[in-house]
């Protein structure tokens, strides 16, 4: 049997899957690898959402197939989640679809409205799914900047005119995974005013909208007037709650591109597990404290990271916004590119991070750290790297290939 698919030949080396084998054979081998690299929460989601997961486990017919598109109760929860934070109002059986985290909801969204050769801006770098889901699609991506400033919409025009056939989407996420750069209100009108001109639909992930560390809360894209004409917006429950593996999310918006989402989500799948529904409407419509102190854990971690990566020689550009750090590799190891600079602080400093080009090929002079282990860890981490890169002025003479490193 051919394993030549046409999807999976359109779909490009996992990256991820190098670093993860040389992580992999250094933990068999019993090494402590201080793991900065996936984005996967290490908190504990709130003990209130736990509860009311149990007290629903095991009621009458909340085994059956749930509703796909989400249960009432929390698309009016998601809605009033949006009003409260947001000031928009949203319609709850229009304006609302629950997905099994943002990522699906993405990725059947790209099947949802996707034609063959249609053309889709996304950011570079960006989260894979934002290009894959399309590319999976059938679509062609063309990049534009992730930074929201006028280079993005000079990308955008370029793209309008000479693409062929047009455009017919552009995607936003802000605050960015893995750029941690931010937006504000006045870029998204600009982009609003830019996609009715132009004819495009506007998909936006917010999935990291609460994590934020400036005292500037995100805004979102359809706090714009008009925004509702053009614009879907992607949200998580997964860093907001810590409920990553729960997989719950929400895409919102646009009635037209909602109903088509619905539609192709009813033939696939059934919806989350009635409980962790009815315990997502919890973690909605409950007490909000908990979002406040998992941010200033993140706080926390991200301070400890800049400061004690700093004294080890490693400057890190202080994010202002997610769970992420985009760090420029530090100039002796940059020609060795992400891929192999991210097996190299495994293997001689023992730790792990993400290589910026599994987010594009624009991201390979920089790595993405993730401060999902404790401060104690992330300034152990540092130590680490101090006595690596003291080390590697003698032993690797700067920059020389992985396996004479060895």
Known sequence: MTTDFHRIRRLPPYVFEQVNRVKAAARNAGVDIVDLGM??????????????????????????????????????????????????????????????????????????????????????????????????AGGVIR????????EFFHAMERAVQHSIPKPIAVVLCYPSNPTACVADLEFYKDVVAFAKKNDLIVLSDLAYAELYFDGNPPPSVLQVPGAMDVAVEFTSMSKTYSMAGWRMGFAVGNERLIA???????????????????????????????????????????DALVESFGRAGWNIPVPRATMFAWSPIPEPFRAMGSV???????????????????????????????????????????????????????????????SAAR
């Open 260 to 302: 088509a989402l619905s539609r192709v989500k009813s033939y696939l799948d059934y919806g989350a597990y009635t409980p962790i529904q009815v315990a997502a409407t919890a973690a909605l419509n409950g007490p909000q404290e908990c979002i406040a102190e998992m941010r200033e854990t993140y706080k926390k971690r991200r």
């Open 340 to 402: 192999e600079f991210s097996k190299l602080l495994i293997e001689k400093a023992e730790v792990a991070v993400s290589p910026g080009v599994g987010f594009g090929e624009h991201g390979d002079e920089y790595v993405r750290i993730a401060v999902v282990e404790n401060e104690q860890r992330i300034r152990q981490a540092a130590r680490n790297i101090r006595r690596f890169f003291e080390q590697a002025g003698t032993t690797l003479h700067n920059v020389v290939p992985l």
């Open 143 to 150: 990049s534009v900047p992730a930074e929201p400033g006028p």
């Open 39 to 136: 984005g996967n929460p290490d908190l504990d989601a709130p003990a209130h959402v736990y509860e009311k997961l149990k007290e629903t486990i095991g009621k009458p017919r909340t085994d059956r197939y749930s509703a796909s598109k989400g249960i009432p109760g929390l698309r009016k929860a998601q809605a009033a989640y949006y009003e409260r934070r947001f000031g928009v109002k949203l319609d709850p059986d229009r304006q609302v679809v629950a997905t099994l985290g943002s990522k699906e909801g993405f990725a059947n969204m790209a099947q949802a409205i996707t034609a063959p050769g249609d053309v889709i801006l996304t950011p570079n770098p960006s989260y894979p799914i934002h290009a894959f889901g399309f590319l999976m």
